[in-house]
């Protein structure tokens, strides 16, 4: 693991420190303190090919590791924790997601910040559950930024997929959501009514423009003052695919990272409620230059600058 951290090394006094030198792969769940950042790979696309997509997704997170290792540390207080890779050798999909959760539980518990380096969509599920386990009697809110409302019931033999975590939350009581970037484009009529049956909220792409900044801001902090935690996960498919291209299902019309768009994300990020991140659907088969993962680390490192 420690050759996947690397980076430039211009000395060993705190002012010069980039990620890769504050790492601690060599670690267990009993040193987590208050406030680390704890990092897990969701080595898996299991519902993404359940889905009929593209895989390849199980391949990102050591490559978006990679692409994290040499941002410079800017917080004066800076822990990262790596527990590594999660993976679905038998197909299971269901028992991994079960037993993620409760990898990541754990961490919250001890007072840990989530991160987690996706793998499908079908992380959504897995991350939220681990959240729900361990803040059970806590109201969960949770920031969908994507293209696609991923509110799919399963199909009969077919079981969970990356398009149905949402499904599977509501599933389980009231849902606290607000999907950001949705295109009309990549969701049926039949998604839009699913969600309004959930009481999912949702920001349309076409929406997410500077002048519209004050409107958005009031619906993410409607969300954030009706809630005790909050998770926030990324599906990189909601980018455009000049800056997005490997991703399992890549939009020409997706959102940019502009000044628009980092504005209202760092409002997120800058939320004490929030308690977990993760960047999902990176697929460096179709990936070019490593640009969508080097987009996945950035938006992680936005959070360790905060």
Known sequence: ?????????????????????????????????????????????????????????????????????????????????????????????????????????????????????GGGHEVTFAHYSGIKNAFPDKKIGIINIDAHFDNRKPEQGVGATSGTGFWQIAQEGEINSLHIGIQRNSNTLKLFDTAHQFGMKYILADEIFFENLPSIYQRINDLLVSVDVMYCTICMDVFNASISPGVSASAYNGIFTDAAFMHLYKNILRSDKLVALDVAEVNPEFDVQDRTARLAATLVNEWFMI
């Open 1 to 117: 693991m420690n050759s996947i951290w690397q980076g430039r090394h211009d000395g060993d006094d705190a002012l010069h420190h980039r990620v890769f030198q504050r790492i601690n792969v060599e670690c267990d769940y009993e040193v987590i303190s208050t406030n680390d950042f704890v990092l897990h790979g969701f080595a898996v696309d299991e519902g993404v090919a359940r889905n009929k997509g593209r895989v390849g997704a199980q391949k990102a997170p050591d490559i978006i590791r990679r692409n994290m290792g040499n941002f410079p540390v800017i917080r004066p207080y800076f822990s990262l924790l790596d527990f590594g890779n999660t993976e679905c050798v038998d197909g299971n999909l269901e028992k991994t997601q079960q037993g993620f959760a409760s990898k990541i539980s754990t961490a919250l518990l001890k007072g840990g910040k989530s991160i987690v380096l």
